[in-house]
């Protein structure tokens, strides 16, 4: 996604949404949406929505709704999706080879393309044809395998002295899915994503709605 564009992490994190409902708008033949029709297709408030967009500029026309074809296309290249991206994973447990196993099947251009485990031999193994090493060739196969950003599902007591040496080589970016709260330089940005706080949030909602 370009940094340039200063949006809140809540609207980056719909993007991704907007563009893969803009694909399956477009495979379907639809030309025009409006942003209520979005809002019911969506489940997302259409007034979020149209704020959303308006970080972008004037992307409709009153009284016309959205062009589906020009937003999809805008979308595609506001994520960069012709780029994409190397992906390293570190820490293959339950979660990890499930990751593995899945490696973005539906965006060829982003995908896991090197791993580490702690169990791994020096040398290395393969799952689903992905090479898994062990942590302390970390510096050396991150850049090796020219990666950009890292998946971390390692343990607790290891996810900040990971992160210290993925800052320490420039990676741009980690999706954190241990519950440590990251400390980490302005240049690495963070995503958490904690599976026990999203239940906890849905079980509330299912028991106060």
Known sequence: ???????????????????????NLANEGKRRISSQELSEAMKIDSATIR?????????????????VLYLLEFFRQTLDQDEGANVALIGVGNLGNAFLKYNFQKNHNTRIVVAFDSK????GYEVNGIPVYHPDRLEEMYEKFNVELAILTVSSRSAQEVTD??????AKGILNFTPVRL???????????????????????????
């Open 165 to 170: 040496r993925l800052a320490n080589i420039n």
């Open 120 to 123: 791994a031999p020096k040398e």
């Open 1 to 23: 996604m370009k940094q340039e564009l200063k949006i809140p992490q809540a609207t980056t994190k719909r993007l991704p949404l907007y563009y893969r409902f803009l694909q």
């Open 183 to 209: 400390n980490v330089p302005d240049s690495v940005k963070v995503m958490n994503i904690d599976l026990s706080v999203e239940l906890e949030a849905l079980i509330y909602l299912i028991r106060n709605s």
């Open 51 to 67: 704020r959303d967009f308006s970080y972008f500029g004037a992307l409709g026309k009153k009284g016309y709704g959205y062009d």
